[in-house]
């Protein structure tokens, strides 16, 4: 009996046929990023049938546009690139983004030494996904993508301050949130004394 070795495919394999339009190395991309793509649609869209919808966009656009990846970087970081602009891209058509402005309010460092808690990432996603829309995308280019304030800006139509006021707004609120739960937790551990 001959043991056959099956060897993987590598990544630049995969992008060289995706860029000849071969359909099953598209279908192999799409298997490996598909799921944290839709979670990267998902931080900006709540709506899971919307953000599954605008992460196929996004891959139609990867597949369309793969000759632009110049595979300098991350081919993950490409597509995570092509996502958050397809997701904003999903919020400016359809969802009349409200942005509140309250640049007093931009100063006021959120108080980080008041909590002492152990979160799940999980816990604090679930948290940054109930943030007010505005405020979310805006935590979610800074603090998860890396944008810059004036990157957001640009990609927003807001200005550099009403970026800063946003992520101050967000960072407080889930200060709160996590204050809340863990005022929760404690009262919880104490009628269990």
């Known amino acids: 009996m001959k043991l056959k070795i099956q060897k ?4 630049d394999k995969l992008i060289a046929k995706c860029r000849k339009s071969n359909s099953k190395a598209q ?12 979670s990267t649609c998902m931080r900006y869209i ?26 300098e970087g991350s081919f ?12 904003l ?4 058509k359809n969802k009349n983004m409200y942005v509140e402005v309250d640049i007093e ?10 909590l002492n808690t152990h979160l799940e990432t999980e816990d604090l996603m679930k948290m940054v996904s109930n943030l007010p829309m505005g405020y979310r995308t805006v935590f979610n280019l800074y603090a998860i ?13 807001i200005t550099v301050n009403t970026s800063k006021s ?22 919880t551990l104490i009628s269990y004394e």
Not at 60 to 71: E, T, W
Not at 105 to 114: E, L, T, V
């Open 46 to 71: 709540k709506e899971q049938n919307e953000a599954e919808d605008t992460m196929i966009q996004g891959f139609m656009k990867v597949f369309s546009k793969i000759d632009q990846f110049k595979n």
């Open 27 to 38: 279908a192999a991309i799409y298997e490996k990023y598909s799921g944290i793509m839709l």
């Open 105 to 114: 309010k931009a100063d006021r460092s959120p108080d980080y030494n008041a």
């Open 89 to 92: 891209t999903y919020l400016r």
């Open 76 to 87: 993950e970081g490409w597509i995570r690139r092509i996502m958050v602009n397809e997701s």
């Open 8 to 11: 993987s495919i590598t990544e």
């Open 145 to 157: 993508e890396g944008y810059s304030h004036k990157e957001i800006g640009e990609q927003l139509n």
């Open 166 to 187: 946003q992520l101050s707004r967000a960072r407080n609120m889930l200060q709160s949130m996590l204050l809340k739960s863990e005022n929760s937790l404690n009262k």
